[in-house]
């Protein structure tokens, strides 16, 4: 959603050519649909390739998106695509054997919180960047890999959790210690393809996708704990492999990509008396 909510934005495969079996090509296009009128937009910006799970958000003005994906010269890489005219401006470069992902700006529009995630050096970090200066510090490093990652909706804290170690935290943007909220046990897990994370638009809660196996297609309840702590609700949502989450800034609609039915977008009203119902 952007940020005054009059917009939702997500990542399509709709010019590159797909082989007679309906495989083949990458996703190349962003749609913009206006939620009062129902119409869409594209935007087609000059990448090879766009990473619409883990790395496509509005800016904190609503005027850009942030995405992750690559160029025409095959260079992975974070970029900022503006939203009118789809011009496209490079924010940092990836490292080859990296994996960046869950970007999310803090609200005044002065940082943009990541994950980059080292396969070969098993290690994952969250990175805090200065669009400005473009300055980097390391919030938070682990040997675990975090395949989820959520700003409050005040940007003062970053939640997230790790797929080897099961459990989710939360830690101050300014930096320090992160606090363990929830650790789940086997045959339990967080959403294994990331994105199923989000806060509620008041930061009371954080809302999360649980697996009951590690199969694919995975069924994912959707739940909800206190960002102080306590144990966690289930949430009348359930569906198989519930990705990208995102819940509306007035708190009554939630959207989600739903991977087991070939990427479908989703889109469910008065989801706020569900969230209330839970309390």
């Excluded at 609700?233 to 990705?243: F, G, I, N, R």
């Amino acid at each position: 959603w952007s940020p005054d909510g009059k917009f939702l934005a997500y990542a399509s495969q709709r010019h590159q050519m797909r082989d007679a079996g309906g495989m083949g090509g990458q996703m190349d296009t962003i749609v913009i649909w206006t939620v009062e009128t129902g119409q869409e937009r594209e935007i087609v910006p000059p990448l090879k390739f766009i990473n619409g799970v883990f790395g496509l958000c509005w800016s904190a003005d609503g005027q850009s998106l942030f995405v992750i994906g690559q160029d025409m010269k095959d260079q992975p890489a974070l970029f900022r695509v503006n939203a009118q005219t789809g011009e496209v401006s490079l924010v940092v470069k990836e490292d080859p054997e990296d994996f960046a992902g869950f970007v999310a700006p803090t609200p005044d529009g002065k940082s943009l919180v990541y994950r980059v995630w080292s396969q070969s050096k098993n290690h994952t970090a969250i990175i805090v960047r200065d669009l400005a200066s473009g300055d980097e510090r390391v919030l938070f490093e682990t040997g675990a890999n975090i395949v989820g990652l959520a700003l409050s909706p005040d940007g003062s804290q970053a939640a997230f959790y790790t797929l080897d170690e099961r459990t989710l935290r939360v830690i101050p943007i300014a930096g320090g210690e992160s606090r363990e909220l929830l650790r789940l046990k086997y045959p339990d897990g967080f959403q294994m393809h990331g994105g199923a994370l989000t806060w509620t638009p008041d930061g009371r809660y954080i809302v999360f996708g649980k697996q009951t196996s590690g199969t694919f297609p995975a069924k994912t309840e959707l739940c909800k704990i206190s960002a102080q702590g306590g144990q966690p609700q289930k949430l009348p949502l359930e569906l198989d492999t519930m990705t990208s989450v995102r819940i509306h800034p007035d708190g009554k609609q939630v959207v989600f990509e739903n991977l087991s039915r070939s990427g479908e977008v989703w889109a469910i009203e008065n989801f706020l008396p569900a969230l209330r119902a839970a309390k």
